[in-house]
C-alpha cells in the first residue's frame, strides 16, 4: 500500500495533476484499488459526484479496478464507504470540466457556473449566479 501517491495525465496542452490517498498494489505492482478519505459533517447517503470524479480520474490513470471513497464523520467519527469502479464516461466529464478550467484561466475568464455542493461556500457564489444563490429544488 502507498499512502498520499501523486500523479498526473497529461491533455492537449496541459496536466491534470492528482494526489490519491492510497493506492494497493498486486505483486505486480499493478494498481488494484484506489482509497480517498473525506472528512464530513454528518453522514453520506451517496458520495458526493465531485468525489466520486475525482477518484474515477485516479482509477483511469492508474488503471485499478476500483476504488473507495471513505467518509469518516467529523462530530461523530462513524465512518461510510462508497465503492467505485471505473467509468471512462466519467473520465471524460472530467477531462472535459479540466479543459473547460484551463480555458477559462487562460483566458482570463470565468468558467460557466455549474451549481454544486461548494456553491454555499464559494466567495464568488454571488456574482457567479447573477446576484443570487440559487435554491435548491425540491
Known amino acids: 500500500m502507498v499512502y498520499i501517491h501523486p500523479m498526473r495525465l497529461c491533455l492537449n496542452g496541459f496536466e491534470l495533476h492528482g494526489r490519491a490517498d492510497a493506492v494497493k498494489y498486486d505483486d505486480e505492482g499493478r494498481a488494484i484499488e484506489v482509497i480517498e478519505l473525506k472528512t ?15 477518484l474515477q480520474a485516479y482509477l483511469q490513470i492508474l488503471n485499478a479496478k476500483q476504488g473507495y471513497i471513505i467518509y469518516i464523520d467529523r462530530a461523530s467519527g462513524r465512518v461510510k464507504v462508497f465503492r467505485v469502479r471505473p467509468d471512462k464516461r466519467a473520465l471524460r466529464e472530467v477531462i472535459q470540466r479540466a479543459k473547460q478550467l484551463h480555458e477559462a ?6 468558467p460557466p457556473p455549474k451549481r454544486g455542493p461548494w456553491c454555499g461556500l464559494c466567495p464568488h ?13 425540491s
Open 125 to 137: 457564489k454571488w456574482s457567479c449566479w447573477g446576484g443570487g444563490y440559487p435554491r435548491r429544488r
Open 40 to 54: 464530513s459533517n454528518g453522514m453520506k447517503k451517496a458520495a458526493l459526484e465531485s468525489h466520486v470524479l475525482q
Open 105 to 110: 484561466l487562460t483566458s482570463y475568464s470565468p
